[in-house]
């Protein structure tokens, strides 16, 4: 009943948007996704003895778009659940774990010519969303609740944005979660000089509190460079991110991330390779030492270091030795509908330390990814991937006894357009 009366309330909100503005533009749109795996190995080696994890998960989402010279809105609820998640009733044998949530809540206003700020519950995504990103590999994404400042100059654009997170309305203090953000702001410059070159600068500093019941934030900088070329059938990008300032517990920061990546295309095919290098340390670090594992923030953990996602939690899954990732990958385009990539990674300890074992090799893994494009309001995506360990990461892992780590998805996405009222001037 909660739930049916907060989609009464946004209903009411969009036929207000409807009525009132004929010079804005108004559009509903709906996303349904839903995903079927088969882990026997995901996130984690494959133990011998233990059966495969079924299941399908399942995101719904609902966008309300309000448009106009001056103002942007937009509201996305969404609710994601696995099938059969349901709170059985013994009365009427069916009911519901609560799943609904919001994923957008947003306005922005327009600041002179050429300016913007929003402020809400919003997405903060920037070029290859490797420190800030959607993580849409996730059912429920992420989003932040931020004031973002916009600006364009010339050629360039640059963002401003901050974050300030509290749990309650308190009175006094600051308490938070340790392993939270409390503050995080960045800035964002961006150019393209041509049809080829594209350049951007990140800054990224995010306060964590020292403890649960202190005030004291400890910041970690992030300051790099994203880029990106292409001339005919050569496409290169690349970034490089330095880290500095203090960690969570107050230790100095020193580390880095390099990834590049190159593809050419012939005819159908498109191979490529690419590197990743995430910093690490040879050392525990102990009161007075300095940290140099990298730690990627907020961007996309899919994405990067292998779809089988062993790699998302540097300090627990590398045992704070950081990772390096040597990767070929190949694309073939069956038609303008059907295409298949596969990608083979070779990982590595960027650091072994007292807590990992020498012998810093991690093994190989395979990802081979269908796409098919049913149409412009959908498209199909299957997964198969593998992982070839070494006694190294059964170690880190503590899987002794491990078996083959395999990963199968079929996943079925529709992007709908529901509604959409043009300006009038348009008509």
Known sequence: MKHVRKFFLLSCISTFFLIQNGFAQF?????????????DGYQKLAAEGLNPAVFISQRTRLSFSYESKLLKVKVTPQDVRIWGDQAMQSSTGVGDNPSLDLLE????????????????????????????????WNQTGISYDAVVLKLLAGTTNIHAGAVWNTLLEPTSENYYPTSRIKSLNYLWANRKFNDHLTLSFLHISSGVTETDTTNALNFRHTTGFYGEYKS????????????????????QISAYLIDADAGYKLGNFTPGLGVGYLSGNNSTVGTDGTDNLFDPLYGNRHKFFGAMDFYRSFASQTKQGGLSDIYLW??????????LRNTIHHFALAQANPATPEDKDLGIENDLILKYKINEWGDLES?????????????????????????????????????KQAPSSEK
């Open 330 to 339: 190949l694309d073939y385009k069956f038609s303008k509908k059907v295409s």
């Open 105 to 136: 809540a947003y306005a922005e206003l327009k600041i002179g010519n050429n300016g913007w700020i929003s402020a809400g519950r919003q997405q903060l995504v920037y070029d290859n969303k490797r420190l800030l990103g959607d993580r849409n």
């Open 232 to 251: 005919g059938n050569f496409n290169v990008w690349g970034d490089a991110y330095y880290q500095y300032g203090k960690n969570q517990k107050g230790n």
């Open 27 to 39: 559009s509903v749109d709906a996303q349904l996704r839903s995903r079927f795996e088969i882990r």
């Open 383 to 419: 997964g198969y991937c593998f992982y070839i360990p070494t006694e190294t990461l059964k170690e880190i892992q503590s899987i002794p006894e491990e078996k083959f780590s395999q990963f199968f998805y079929i996943q079925l996405n529709i992007n709908l357009n529901l509604f």
